[in-house]
């Protein structure tokens, strides 16, 4: 079975870009999570969604941060202009609803570097 | 405060040890707890849900205080595999997705 999808794996940027990262959750699931990653901070909850509508962004630090769920198969993380301190892993999530939706099932990272 | 701490360790016990996690959560209203393991580099994944009269799976035992709002993580014979991160996870809305996580514990397990 396809777990949830993440793409760029990786990706070096200078600041002041833009960058998007992508997003393809688990079949079935309703539930989507943007998770973020630093040494510092651990693991933050960003925003999540249910059936594409954002139900919770007040993890999101700032307005450069936006993110989008256009369809149950695809979300996207948009940071522009991005800065050094955005550098951190972002994972997604996915869970489906109900009692089995207390597992959450996290893609393989995107490695963000902001230099 | 935040809302759920542990001990960042790290914890270097030798192979075949018992070793035990403490973690503590703020919201006295928080509903559900877990255990998620983290690989280097890894993603995290669950490792076991935290039930009130506590629970075990094989070497692994949690166990969940409301009165105290602490959740333990108990591994005997420890493993070289289980050299990992571990982080604590409560729920702390009834009916809501949202996770929190704690910033994770350590564990090397050296042979």
């Known amino acids: 079975d396809a777990g949830v999808i993440q793409s760029p794996r990786h990706e070096v940027t200078e600041m002041g870009q833009e960058v998007t990262l992508r997003c393809k959750p688990i079949?079935?699931?309703?539930?989507l999570f943007w998770y973020r990653q630093t040494m510092m901070r651990g693991l933050e909850l960003l925003i999540y969604?249910?059936?594409?509508?954002?139900?919770?962004d007040s993890g999101m630090p700032e307005d450069r941060f936006s993110a989008k769920m256009p369809n149950a198969s695809f979300s996207t993380l948009k940071i522009q202009p991005s800065e050094p301190r955005d550098s951190a892993v972002y994972f997604c999530?996915?869970?489906?609803?109900?009692?089995?939706?207390?597992?959450?099932?996290f893609g393989e990272g995107s490695w963000l570097t902001v230099v | 405060r935040k809302e759920v701490e542990q001990d960042p360790g790290p914890f270097n016990v030798p192979e075949g040890a018992t070793v035990a996690f403490n973690c503590t959560y703020s919201?006295?209203?928080?509903?559900?707890f877990f255990w998620y393991r983290q690989d280097c580099r890894k993603e995290p994944k669950l490792l076991m849900s935290?039930?009130?009269s506590g629970n075990e799976d094989g070497r692994f035992t949690a166990q969940l205080n409301r009165a105290s709002q602490y959740i333990s993580l108990l591994i005997r014979d420890s493993k070289l595999s289980d050299s990992a991160t571990y982080l604590c996870v409560v729920r702390t809305i009834q009916g809501a997705q949202k996770l929190v996580f704690g910033q994770g514990t350590r564990l090397t397990i050296n042979p």
């Open positions: 969604f249910n059936n594409n509508v954002p139900i919770d």
């Open positions: 999530a996915s869970s489906p609803s109900g009692v089995s939706g207390n597992t959450i099932y």
């Open positions: 919201n006295s209203a928080s509903q559900s």
């Open positions: 079949s079935g699931h309703d539930y």
């Open positions: 935290v039930y009130s």
